[in-house]
């Protein structure tokens, strides 16, 4: 076994060499005659378009890429190196989102200062966002489910910011992200003299740093008997990290999957040792991005311009997906033990009677508080007709997100799935904006089944992929990141391709009940209440699940009959919520724990209390988005993201205190 490891891996690398050269070679013998291929690289022709197309765009997008992948491998060895985790990478930590949403607001402000402006906003969002989850996780001593928690849940946070700034400046901010969404066909020798000097100044520290980070991936007392000052040499490693990762988003945008799949790939072949790694990873990150760039710029030939951190999204994911059998690294990504809990508490009527009271005297606000030009006003006569839809279908989705993401988690007994983070609510997304475009008039009896097979064709895709590892929250959370990255990569391509119906598609995603109508807020709210009234039934299944597949066997639950149910039922619920107020709600994540995290942990209660949870802060969501930047109004979905993760970092941070 041993021998046959550097044989494939060496196999590999020269078969992806081939390929990536070979394509390259053919790309730019399309361009441009070979014979002339020296003199357009020195001296270009400046009457000939073609050679000024070779010098000016097709060498240095090139190099760009090479020097983007090998940077990217870089840094995800780093990270996963100094954490302990395979999953890090700056996609999953969150530090790609901030270096964009950084980037977009200086971009939007106009900053003065050009080009040194650009770096200090990338550099700067990506530091506050690595610092608040590094923050969040390091009472656990960097806990490798608190820490990709976390960043998933700064990353949808700089997400939908970055989908406000869209929506309000959709004409401003459309050539950004498309730029952004790894868009290389507009980079120009400037990009390559930007990265290069800095990559390599990286590349020196990383290598003095070479001893504290082999010492860091051994366990911590081990690491301090031999020396190792652990908090100043994981700042430096990680700030080090993090301004790479700042620097590759100001050079060429988000590019998907390559910093988590090129050292997965290198240590999977054989690459145990960092030193090793890093040059593996690096070599295999480079050729992976050229090599998806080339097939972008062959397709572009034929077809249209894609961008290329999508295709590296639509090529890695499979690959990430086929591989996951063969991953054993993940087996050690253990649920966090949650000491720090309330006492389990018991949904009494008391309870109960405050919870509903406390959805009551928030719809009575949301339906009689108002403002106009001249300030705030009580009034229910007046706005009734025009409020009630929205906060009946407002409440609604919030409830049937909460229950959804208590069932995900029950199923698949790990604390840490939800609609949003699992990629069920953007599969759903996804079936619903595919319909929409095929059927342009309204058709909401076919949104509903577009939707539920969307959201139950993923989450049957993540039980069984993650089945093999009994659920693990590693196994879990990697085909959770490789669903999730597939469909928002569908979608912004759907969102960049120029239909004009896409505003419009993109307010909905943003999780708006602008356009809710009365006949639809009820159908949603009749829809809820079924489907919530059926969730009882699989009591006993939610109960056992959680033990684990062996033990609900051992008690007589046929595990694939309960699960199907299960999948059903929760598909429905999130398709449902999500023709209200799209992918972006966060509902499903955060309802669950804080039920869970007040003392709630049986099923029924803690559904119970997650759906009123969730329903008060979609209905106080809606309510604000109409009033924060009066006139204008903020989708409850993205309010609800605003509201729901600072509470939820804070409940990370007080648990792993």
Same mark, same amino acid.
Not at 63 to 82: E, H, K, P, W, Y
Not at 533 to 562: E, I, M, Q, S, Y
């Given at each position: ?18 390929a990536a050269l070979s394509l390259a070679v053919f790309n730019l013998t399309l361009q441009l005659a070979p014979g002339l291929w020296w003199r357009a690289a020195c001296h270009p022709d400046t009457g000939s378009i073609d050679q000024m197309l070779f010098h000016y765009s097709l060498l240095p997008r090139t190099a760009l890429?090479?020097?983007?992948? =090998? ?16 999953? *890090? ?7 790609? @989102? ?14 003065? %200062?050009?080009? =040194? ?23 656990? #001593? ?55 000097? #800095? ?6 520290? +990383? ?59 290198? #240590? ?24 998806? /760039? ?40 253990? =649920? /966090? ?56 279908? *407002?409440?609604?989705? &919030? ?41 342009? /008039? ?11 097979? %969307?959201? *139950? ?64 807020? +009820?159908?949603?709210?009749?829809? @809820? ?41 929760? =598909?429905?619920? +999130? ?34 209390? *997650? ?22 109004? +903020?989708?409850?979905?993205?309010? @609800?993201?605003?509201? &729901? ?13």
């Amino acid at each position: 076994m041993s021998k046959r490891v550097p044989r494939l891996s060496a196999a590999l690398v020269l078969a992806l060499s081939l390929a990536a050269l070979s394509l390259a070679v053919f790309n730019l013998t399309l361009q441009l005659a070979p014979g002339l291929w020296w003199r357009a690289a020195c001296h270009p022709d400046t009457g000939s378009i073609d050679q000024m197309l070779f010098h000016y765009s097709l060498l240095p997008r090139t190099a760009l890429s090479l020097l983007v992948g =090998a940077g990217l491998g870089l840094v995800g060895v780093v990270f996963q190196q100094i954490l302990r985790n395979p999953l *890090a990478e700056p996609t999953t930590l969150g530090v790609s @989102a901030g270096a964009q949403l950084g980037l977009t607001v200086a971009t939007l402000l106009a900053l003065p %200062g050009d080009e =040194a402006t650009r770096q200090l906003a990338t550099i700067a969002g990506a530091l506050a966002v690595g610092g608040l989850v590094f923050g969040v996780s390091w009472g656990r #001593r960097l806990s490798p489910v608190t820490l990709i928690l976390a960043g998933l849940v700064l990353g949808l946070y700089c997400g939908a910011a970055k989908s406000l700034l869209a929506l309000l400046n959709y004409e401003r901010l459309q050539t950004l992200f498309l730029w952004s969404s790894g868009m290389l066909n507009q980079q120009d020798w400037s990009r390559v003299q930007f990265l290069l000097p #800095r990559l390599a100044v990286g590349l020196l520290l +990383i290598l003095l740093m070479l001893r504290p980070l082999m010492l860091m991936g051994l366990d911590d007392g081990v690491a301090r008997n031999l020396g190792l000052g652990l908090i100043a040499a994981r700042v430096g490693g990680i700030g080090v990290a993090i301004v790479l990762s700042a620097f590759l988003v100001n050079a060429a945008g988000i590019i998907g999957f390559i910093g988590l799949f090129a050292p997965l790939l290198a #240590r999977m072949l054989g690459a145990r040792r960092l030193l090793p790694r890093l040059g593996f990873s690096c070599l295999l990150g480079a050729l992976l991005l050229l090599l998806s /760039d080339q097939l972008m710029i062959l397709l572009a030939r034929l077809w249209r311009e894609i961008p290329t951190g999508a295709a590296t999204a639509l090529i890695g994911a499979p690959l990430l997906l086929w591989l996951l059998p063969r991953l054993r690294e993940t087996r050690a990504m253990a =649920a /966090d033990n949650a000491q720090t809990l309330r006492p389990e508490r018991r949904m009494t009527p008391p309870a109960v009677l405050a919870g509903v009271a406390l959805l009551i005297l928030v719809a009575v606000v949301a339906l009689t508080l108002g403002r106009d030009n001249y300030g705030w006003y009580w009034s229910l006569q007046e706005m009734w007709r025009w409020r009630w839809p929205r906060v009946l279908a *407002a409440g609604a989705a &919030g409830a049937m997100l909460a229950a959804a993401g208590t069932l995900i988690q029950k199923m698949t007994g790990n604390p840490m799935a939800s609609p949003e983070v699992l990629g069920i609510s953007s599969g759903a997304a996804f079936g619903v904006v595919l319909l929409l475009l095929l059927v342009p /008039d309204d058709a909401f009896a076919w949104l509903l089944p577009a939707g539920s097979l %969307g959201a *139950a064709l993923t989450l049957l895709l993540i039980i069984v992929l993650s089945q093999r590892g009994g659920f693990s929250s590693g196994r879990l959370l990697l085909v959770g990141i490789a669903l999730s990255t597939l469909f928002t990569t569908l979608l912004t391509l759907l969102l960049v391709s120029g239909d004009p119906r896409m505003s419009s598609v993109l307010t909905w995603l943003s999780g708006s009940t602008y356009k809710v109508s009365g006949a639809q807020a +009820i159908r949603t709210a009749v829809i @809820a209440v079924v489907l919530l009234a059926a969730a009882p039934l699989l009591r006993r299944w939610l109960d056992l699940l959680p033990l684990g597949g062996a033990t609900a066997r051992a008690a007589g639950v046929a595990l694939k009959p309960a699960r199907m149910a299960i999948l059903l039922l929760a =598909a429905g619920l +999130i398709a449902t919520a999500t023709l209200n107020v799209g992918p972006l709600s966060f509902i499903g994540l955060m309802a669950p724990h804080m039920a869970r995290l007040t003392g709630f942990r049986r099923p029924m209660p803690q559904m119970l209390a *997650a759906c009123l949870l969730g329903g008060v802060l979609m209905m106080i969501a809606d309510w604000c988005g109409r009033f924060i930047i009066f006139p204008y109004q +903020i989708p409850a979905g993205l309010l @609800a993201t605003f509201f &729901g993760a600072p509470y939820f970092i804070y409940l990370l941070r007080r648990q792993a205190g």
